[in-house]
């Protein structure tokens, strides 16, 4: 199957249009390596690592894909078409705006949005995307988020490790559905017979930018903080909600992508400081760990204020500020550390 890649810096783009073209729709996440060499020649490097990585990518692979999307996001990066139109190299480069808001004004702009991106990929690729594809598209995403939800689930009572959640929403993201159904049924065989959820390990909330990399979880689980629930895009935003199915099948997906969790993209805060809010309530979490990646503005402006309502629901709260690097890094090591005591001293 033929793939299509997109770039949104959180989960805006309708994956469900490419699905329902016969395209597997792939997630740019940036490379293992953590390489943006090529893209530094372009964006300056007060600009988060992550969107650097990512273009850094596309200009490396992009002949691997039929053609690329870029949805609206947060203001770093909503700027950065253009120097993607200059410098990589694709038969198709295509933006989609995906509104702030979520009124009716919004509901309707996004519809059109979706119609018109239709109507591109037809026309470029000489293919006719049919209502019925969207639907089926809509199954398969909806059967993939059901999977994920379950999945997830069992991070509260299971013996299952940061870096193998990241790993399985990282594959999800990645590679063609039809594989991606199968995997999760395995995984979820597999993490129904793990070991109870460890006695040494805090379960914690997750928020703040997106990880593109395993080794960040990795980082959090070598201090025993596990993550339980969390806000991310490769994480809870992909599959917390369903995609509705009681309206024609663009309505549905419009209404699915304006009320996921929102992301500090979105306005305004109050949904995402809600749902971590709940999740804090309802669930056994010991903690918060609230991270931006080095130069997210979009993450970092909500900080402080979220930092503010944990603290009045008496949750204890960390936020840091991480570099984008291969190594471990010792200060952020030793401030988690300190947090583990402070959790340590709460459970006694
Ligand atoms: S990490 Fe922050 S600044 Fe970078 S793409 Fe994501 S939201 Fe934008």
Redesign the pocket.
């Known amino acids: 199957m033929k793939t299509f890649a997109y770039f949104d810096?959180?989960h805006e783009f309708p994956e469900e249009i490419i699905i329902a073209s016969q395209m597997n729709p792939y997630k740019i996440l940036g490379k293992a390596d953590f390489s943006t060499e090529l893209a530094d020649q372009y964006i300056p490097p007060f600009i988060?690592a992550?969107?650097r990585s990512f273009l850094n990518q596309a200009i490396e692979e992009s002949s691997n894909w039929e053609g690329i999307a870029i949805a609206h996001?947060?203001d770093?990066?909503n700027r950065q078409f253009d120097i993607w139109d200059q410098h990589v190299k694709t038969q198709f480069l295509y933006y989609i705006h995906n509104p702030l808001k979520t009124d009716g004004i919004a509901q309707r702009f996004f519809i059109r949005e979706i119609k018109a991106m239709i109507t591109a990929l037809e026309s470029h690729f000489n293919i006719k995307i049919s209502l019925d594809q969207l639907e089926n598209a809509i199954q398969v995403s909806n059967q993939i988020k059901i999977l994920l939800q379950n999945l997830s689930k069992l991070r509260l009572t299971k013996d299952i490790s940061n870096t193998e959640y990241f790993d399985v929403l990282k594959f999800t993201v990645q590679n063609p559905k039809e594989k991606v159904i199968p995997y999760l049924e395995s995984i979820s065989m597999d993490w129904l017979s793990r070991n109870p959820f460890p006695i040494n390990k805090f379960p914690i909330f997750l928020t703040g930018?997106?990880i593109t990399h395993s080794l960040w979880f990795d980082l959090l689980e070598k201090v025993n903080l596990r993550v339980v629930r969390d806000d991310l895009s490769i994480g809870e935003r992909y599959y917390a909600t369903l995609i509705p199915t009681d309206e024609d099948s663009i309505s549905n997906i419009v209404n699915y992508y304006l009320n996921i969790p929102r992301s500090s993209?979105k306005h305004p805060i109050t949904p995402r400081i809600n749902y971590i809010m709940n999740a804090c309530k309802t669930e056994k979490i010991a903690g918060v760990v609230s991270q931006i990646?080095k130069?997210?503005?979009?993450?970092a402006y909500d900080a402080p204020f979220l930092k503010i309502q944990l603290e009045a629901i008496h949750m204890p709260v960390i936020h840091l500020e991480r570099e984008f690097t291969e190594n471990i890094d010792q200060q952020i090591s030793t401030r988690l550390e300190a947090f583990v005591e402070l959790l340590e001293q709460n459970q006694n």
């Open positions: 810096s959180t988060c992550n969107a996001g947060c770093a990066t930018s997106d993209t990646i130069f997210c503005e979009t993450f």
